[in-house]
Every structure is written in C-alpha cells, then in structure tokens.
C-alpha cells in the first residue's frame, strides 16, 4: 500500500511558476513509476507527465512540453512537478500516482492540491 500527500498548489498569475511536490509512504518507492495527472473543471481528469522508477527522463502530455519537468527524488520518497510558463488553462486541481511500472494502471493516487493561474 502507498500513500501519496501532495503539496505546493496555489494563485499565480498568468507566467509564473509553481512546483508541486508528492511525498509517498512506504520503503519501494523507487520501485514505482510516477505520474501526475489533472482535472480541471466540468473535464476529465488528463495525463500531464511521468517518470521511471529510476528516473531520467520523463514523458509529458503535448500541452505541457517544454514547460513542465517531472524529476524524483528516491532518496525522499517525493516526485515533483515544475511547472513554469504557466496560463489560464493550467488551472486545474493536479493528482500524483504510482503505478507498478510502464504500461501499467496507476493504482494509488493522492488526495490533489489546487492550482489557479489568473491575473
């Protein structure tokens, strides 16, 4: 079993920068391949980005390329988004996830945490 506690949401304005963190519970965390997802709104929850249980690089969803940077941390259990350049559509409330390895359905998911880009 993991537990996921995300934190680092919050108001920015149109531009800025935010870094969410996600601490998981549990000894096997660098065994587990990490995403964060988002929903915003009256929308489906969405990919945004993941990264391999041993790291490197990660994959993104189209709308954040090159805006966003997933890196882990092993050592602290914590996965992070940086999320720079960040617009109005951003807005949304941001989830992170474990999932056993590539390909496979994310079974453990945290509680979310709210981020508003708005001027």
């Known amino acids: 079993q993991v537990q996921l506690v995300e934190t680092g949401g919050g108001l920015v304005q149109p531009g800025g920068s935010l870094r969410l963190s996600c601490e998981a519970s549990?000894?096997?965390?660098?065994?587990?391949?990490m995403g964060w997802f988002r929903q915003a709104p009256g929308k489906e929850r969405e990919f945004v980005a993941a990264?391999?249980?041993?790291?490197?690089?990660?994959n993104y969803a189209d709308s954040v390329k090159g805006r966003f940077t997933i890196s882990r941390d092993n050592a602290k259990n914590t996965v992070y988004l940086q999320m720079n350049s960040l617009k109005p559509e951003d807005t949304a409330v941001y989830y992170c996830?474990?999932?056993w390895g590539l390909g496979l359905p994310y079974n453990y998911w945290g509680q979310g945490t709210q981020v508003t880009v708005s001027s």
């Open positions: 549990g000894r096997t965390f660098s065994t587990y391949r």
């Open positions: 990264i391999g249980g041993s790291a490197g690089r990660g």
């Open positions: 996830a474990a999932a």
